[in-house]
T-cell receptor, first 118, second 114 residues
Framework: GAGVSQSPSNKVTEKGKDVELRCDPI?????LYWYRQSLGQGLEFLIY????????KSGLPSDRFSAERTGGSVSTLTIQRTQQEDSAVYLC????????????????FGPGTRLTVT | AQSVTQPDIHITVSEGASLELRCNYS??????LFWYVQSPGQGLQLLLK??????LVQGIKGFEAEFKRSQSSFNLRKPSVHWSDAAEYFC????????????FGTGTRLLVSP
């Protein structure tokens, strides 16, 4: 079946504008993750969804960042009032289940959205 | 807090030569351990993982990794590198409790020379 897809693949925006990044996980996967890959910070966790709820938002860098997931499927990461330091590749991953207490389920990554803030 | 160190930013290996990429982690107990590969413009692909049991794990594309608890290491190896192995390699850890977010190292870029 299809893998994780993300759109757009590239986004160039002006500083101060809002952007929305979309992630379509693998069908049936209940867990969804957002990561950010930037030159200065490497790969860092942003937020985790189990179904439509987000029990771990600890990686969101500021209140300009938010994410939602609807219908237990598609997720949108929104960045308000973008800054140049938001320029990065935003990666989405999904796994069959979220796992906790000793279980760990393989995360499958999408190709990412490259965000450039000018 | 968990952390992962990949001390080599770049490594150049001749095609056909062996490869070892280093990974050290800091964690209160033995975490879950992973190696991912990222080709230019692509997402991350899982090469192999260690959960428990045999400390030498086999992965895809002829890669293997050995978990050494005493050294807190999980080094990636391949006996004979192919030009198509040129990519960036990431070591990652996941906690054995709580939610399964991954903590990544900074990556090692592998260049393969003819």
């Amino acid at each position: 079946g299809a893998g994780v897809s993300q759109s757009p693949s590239n986004k160039v925006t002006e500083k101060g504008k809002d952007v929305e990044l979309r992630c379509d996980p693998i069908s049936g996967h209940t867990a969804l993750y957002w990561y950010r890959q930037s030159l200065g910070q490497g790969l860092e966790f942003l937020i985790y969804f189990q179904g439509n709820s987000a029990p771990d938002k600890s990686g969101l860098p500021s209140d300009r960042f938010s994410a939602e997931r609807t219908g237990g499927s598609v997720s949108t990461l929104t960045i308000q009032r973008t800054q140049q330091e938001d320029s990065a590749v935003y990666l989405c991953a999904s796994s069959a289940r979220g796992g906790s207490g000793g279980d760990f389920y393989e995360q499958y990554f999408g190709p990412g959205t490259r965000l450039t803030v000018t | 807090a968990q952390s992962v160190t990949q001390p080599d930013i770049h490594i150049t290996v001749s095609e056909g030569a062996s490869l070892e990429l280093r990974c050290n982690y800091s964690y209160g107990a033995t975490p879950y351990l992973f190696w991912y590969v990222q080709s230019p413009g692509q997402g991350l692909q899982l090469l192999l993982k260690y959960f428990s049991g045999d400390t030498l794990v086999q992965g895809i594309k002829g890669f293997e990794a050995e978990f050494k608890r005493s050294q807190s290491s999980f080094n990636l190896r391949k006996p004979s590198v192919h030009w198509s192995d040129a990519a960036e390699y990431f070591c990652a850890v996941g906690a054995r409790s709580g939610f399964q977010k991954l903590v990544f190292g900074t990556g090692t870029r592998l260049l393969v020379s003819p």
